[in-house]
């Protein structure tokens, strides 16, 4: 069992943080499927992480979702470069996420009325986002983070939300990557060096208790 206080998952002070639970990213007729990655780990993922959104919800603990799009407007030089530069007129790779597209939009998973979406182009949620302003103004001084990919949009705002002050959890079994062995390398990563690692179940048995107190 990992050691934290319950009081690092309640309401009022916790939010749990879903990162990028979209089509293109889960979905095998998505973007990434079609360019080859595997997506059954964020299929099987998503029902145990419809169930702890749920818990959140009936403890009352905060939902955010976060949205990745991509588009001519936020697609800048730089970002397209990212794994190299690309070859004198190649055609421009396809976009994941594209803004208004059905490959943007969340993949069986949706906010509630008055649950934050934030938007983000680049893979942290913090990075050029209203995200931080929207927690501060919130309470919430712990986050909990869940979905699409482990080792890349999940362990980058986490990294950015310690950097930030707030405590961070990984939800193991609530996240996914296209390896496994990605998945396996963040959550180490993350227990030794940033935060907490906790289950789904670890993190419901924990909202369940303390309801019973209060």
Request: aromatic share 8%.
């Amino acid at each position: 069992m990992p050691s934290y206080s319950p009081t690092r998952f309640a309401p009022g002070r916790a939010a749990l943080v879903v990162v990028d639970v979209q089509n293109d990213f889960c979905d095998p007729e998505g973007v990434c499927g079609q360019r080859g990655s595997d997506t059954s780990a964020a299929v099987e993922m998503v029902p145990r992480l419809q169930a702890l959104i749920e818990d959140a919800r009936a403890a009352g603990v905060m939902v955010v979702f976060i949205q990745t799009t991509h588009d001519e407007l936020t697609d800048s030089p730089a970002w397209l470069a990212r794994r190299g530069d690309p070859e004198a007129g190649a055609p421009p790779a396809v976009s994941t996420c594209y803004t208004g597209s059905w490959g943007a939009e969340f993949y069986q998973v949706a906010p509630a009325p008055g649950e934050p979406v934030v938007i983000k182009h680049r893979y942290s949620a913090f990075a050029g986002t209203d995200l931080d302003l929207v927690l501060r103004v919130a309470g919430i001084e712990s986050l909990m983070f869940t979905g699409v990919a482990t080792n890349v949009c999940v362990e980058s705002t986490l990294r950015d939300g310690l950097f930030l002050d707030y405590h961070v959890t990984l939800v193991e079994d609530c996240a996914a990557s296209y390896e496994a062995e990605h998945h396996r390398t963040t959550v180490e990563t993350v227990e030794t060096y940033f935060g907490v690692v906790a289950s789904s179940k670890e993190i419901s048995s924990t909202w369940s208790a303390l309801s019973k107190v209060a």
